[in-house]
């Protein structure tokens, strides 16, 4: 059985960074083909791709957060790491991960709710 | 690459609903779509235009040509309002997946 699933804090003040942490069971993100994306969602808002990370280390990121974004890998713990910087209140949301299929998400975490907030 | 989907549809139950999802020449892309219950991840329900993961209801289908693809949901229960989010890769600027603005499934 696949499953994801995000850790890392739940609070963060503005300006600091985040790190939230996909921890991968069912498969290995070091297997040919695998990769892990992180996807967040605003509360009420529509869903909004973050970044991506494949197996022989390509990333991804979005246009518009590329500079505060970063995404690594551990093969040995079998997780994929997220980390943010500058956090804002507008980065209030819920945190996924995924797992990719060809070109879309196949299995989804539970998601973890971080709150920008001093 | 902007997707446009329309916020709400309400349907009766056991009538069909159908949601768009609007794109620049989206009938070239392959389509993807999820259904995100209250409180909950999204699952998806239809990838690349018209296939079902194991585990979707038949009830659930879609179809892609020119600039809309549509998900139908054919004899909606209950059980089946829910946000539903359409998807697609842009290999041109993006290198990643796009999400629909979303609507919203109202079952009367």
């Known amino acids: 059985q696949i499953t994801l699933k995000e850790s890392g804090p739940t609070l963060v003040k503005p300006t600091q960074t985040l790190t939230l942490s996909c921890t991968l069971s069912?498969?290995?993100?070091?297997?040919?083909?695998?990769?892990v994306g992180w996807i967040r969602q605003a509360p009420g808002k529509a869903l909004e791709w973050l970044a991506l990370i494949y197996w022989d280390d390509t990333v991804r990121y979005s246009p518009s957060l590329h500079n505060r974004l970063s995404v690594t890998k551990s093969t040995s713990r079998n997780q994929v790491v997220l980390t943010m910087t500058h956090m804002e209140p507008v980065d209030t949301g819920t945190y996924y991960c995924g797992r990719l299929g060809n070109s879309w998400v196949d299995d989804w975490g539970q998601g973890i709710l971080v709150t920008v907030s001093s | 690459y902007v997707l446009t989907q329309p916020p709400s549809v309400s349907v009766a139950p056991g009538q069909t609903a159908r949601i768009t999802c609007g794109g620049n020449d989206i009938g070239n892309k392959r389509v993807h779509w999820y259904q995100q219950r209250p409180g909950q991840a999204p699952i998806l329900v239809v990838y690349e235009d018209n296939d079902r993961p194991s585990g979707i209801p038949e009830r659930f289908s879609g179809s892609n040509f020119g600039n809309t693809a549509t998900l139908t949901i054919s004899r909606v229960e209950a059980g089946d309002e829910a946000d539903f989010y359409c998807?697609?890769?842009?290999?041109?600027?993006?290198?990643?997946?796009?999400f629909g603005t979303g609507t919203r499934v109202s079952v009367l």
């Open positions: 998807q697609v890769w842009d290999t041109d600027t993006v290198h990643g997946p796009v």
């Open positions: 069912g498969f290995s993100i070091s297997s040919g083909g695998e990769g």
